[in-house]
T-cell receptor, first 116, second 112 residues
């Protein structure tokens, strides 16, 4: 099983619908992130959380919200989806202690969202 | 605002060629620079660099950092079709509580 699991992996929805993307991890990491990837634009940070009570906006948080339900779970919501939110979404984790040495992120397999 | 610029944005080479991918950055309190390879799915970690002039090497891939000129290069020698991917550069700055900032990536296509 993957250490960082995203659901759903693919979703097609209509404009105005509420969508939730879920992420769970078994790595025991304290830090979790949501990134969005569009062709030619790299990875852009939406929200991040360093522990259960911590939520921080990233570069492109407008139109999104998150919930850190537990250390292992971090969900991303689109309250009213619009077509320009069509993208590939990645959840990632890191560990505070490991980050001090490597800064490395561990990614889920991605959730491809299409908003019609 | 922290910034990472990668060049070229895309590159097509023939098998056996050597390629150099570039990453320049502007970041407050530089801590590290990371390279990732992304094929069809999630990015996978290649290297982390923190010190200037020390080459990191893994097989045909190598990378080096120049903290004075604020850039890094990723070299791939004797390219293979399996090297086709998007290569992402990311920089960590701040106090260790600042998320990575990614560049737009370089899409490398290796043709037989």
């Amino acid at each position: 099983d993957a250490d960082v699991t995203q659901t759903p992996r693919n979703r097609i929805t209509k404009t105005g619908k509420r969508i939730m993307l879920e992420c769970s991890q078994t790595k025991g990491h304290d830090r979790m992130y949501w990134y969005r990837q569009d062709p030619g634009l790299g990875l852009r940070l939406i929200y991040y959380s360093f522990d259960v009570k911590d939520i921080n906006k990233g570069e492109i948080s407008d139109g999104y919200s998150v919930s850190r339900q537990a250390q292992a779970k971090f969900s991303l919501s689109l309250e009213s989806a619009i077509p320009n939110q069509t993208a590939l979404y990645f959840c990632a984790t890191s560990d505070f202690l490991l980050a001090a040495h490597t800064g490395e992120l561990f990614f889920g397999e991605g959730s491809r969202l299409t908003v019609l | 605002e922290d910034k990472v610029v990668q060049s070229p944005l895309s590159l097509v080479v023939h098998e056996g060629d050597t390629v150099t991918l570039n990453c320049s950055y502007e970041v407050t309190n530089f801590r590290s620079l990371l390279w990732y390879k992304q094929e069809k799915k999630a990015p996978t970690f290649l290297f982390m660099l923190t010190s200037s002039g020390i080459e990191k090497k893994s097989g045909r891939l190598s990378s080096i950092l120049d903290k004075k000129e604020l850039f890094s290069i990723l070299n791939i020698t004797a390219t293979q079709t399996g090297d086709s991917a998007v290569y992402l550069c990311a920089v960590e700055g701040g106090s260790g509580n600042t998320p990575l900032v990614f560049g737009k990536g370089t899409r490398l296509s290796v043709i037989a």
